[in-house]
């Protein structure tokens, strides 16, 4: 039973389009994460809900917009894709926003690109 | 500045021999320090974590790491590599306080030659 899956695995799309990501936890976490992975594996956190409150929101373009409609999914959003947005997005979970001396779980990740 | 430094973003090491991951941190306090793995095309997993119970942490699949908090360094070891420890390996660090962000380091690539 996978703890933190998401859908779709890949995903290819034509510049200016509108896509969505989705991710779900059946961990009872109550903090969710998506993370970009960029093509030389670099790792950068984005958004970060904590029981469905946001409670980090990095310099992304407003072109992303993260909505968590309970503590077990979070969702990514993206209007208006560009070239630059191919990469591949992890959701990640941990216990709780605080507790630092726990793990995250990370899901297989999305690999979007953008054509 | 708080940061995570890899040094090293690939290490080529034979079947057989040891593995030495590099991971050095910069804080004002002692941080929480975890290692992951990323298996091509998979998502991360731990390997182990530091959280100031023992300095020598000991993870999955042989590996271990020990924090140095005079070198402020965490770095990953195995004393013989396998063919299956081919990976992209990466150090993380909290930095304590409401950081509630797990910053990475940038990755350092393990190929290991038969």
């Known amino acids: 039973d996978t703890a933190v899956s998401q859908t779709p695995k890949y995903l290819v799309t034509q510049m200016g389009n509108d896509k969505s990501i989705k991710c779900e936890q059946n961990l009872g976490h109550d903090t969710m994460y998506w993370y970009k992975q960029d093509s030389k594996k670099f790792l950068k956190i984005m958004f970060s809900y904590n029981n469905k409150e946001l409670i980090i929101n990095e310099t992304v373009p407003n072109r992303f917009s993260p909505k968590s409609p309970d503590k077990a999914h979070l969702n990514l959003h993206i209007n208006s894709l560009e070239l630059g947005d191919s990469a591949v997005y992890f959701c990640?979970?941990?216990?709780?926003?605080?507790?630092?001396?726990?793990?995250?779980?990370f899901g297989q990740g999305t690999r979007l690109t953008v054509v | 500045a708080q940061s995570v430094t890899q040094l090293g973003s690939h290490v080529s090491v034979s079947e057989g021999a040891l593995v030495l991951l590099r991971c050095n941190y910069s804080s004002s306090v002692p941080p929480y320090l975890f290692w992951y793995v990323q298996y091509p095309n998979q998502g991360l997993q731990l390997l182990l974590k530091y959280t100031s119970a023992a300095t020598l942490v000991k993870g999955i699949n042989g590996f271990e790491a020990e924090f140095k908090k005079s070198e402020t360094s965490f770095h990953l070891t195995k004393p013989s590599a396998h063919m299956s420890d081919a990976a992209e390996y990466f150090c993380a660090v909290y930095f304590g306080g409401s950081n509630y962000k797990l910053t990475f380091g940038k990755g350092t690539l393990l190929t290991v030659n038969p």
């Open positions: 990640a979970s941990t216990v709780g926003a605080g507790r630092t001396d726990t793990e995250a779980f």
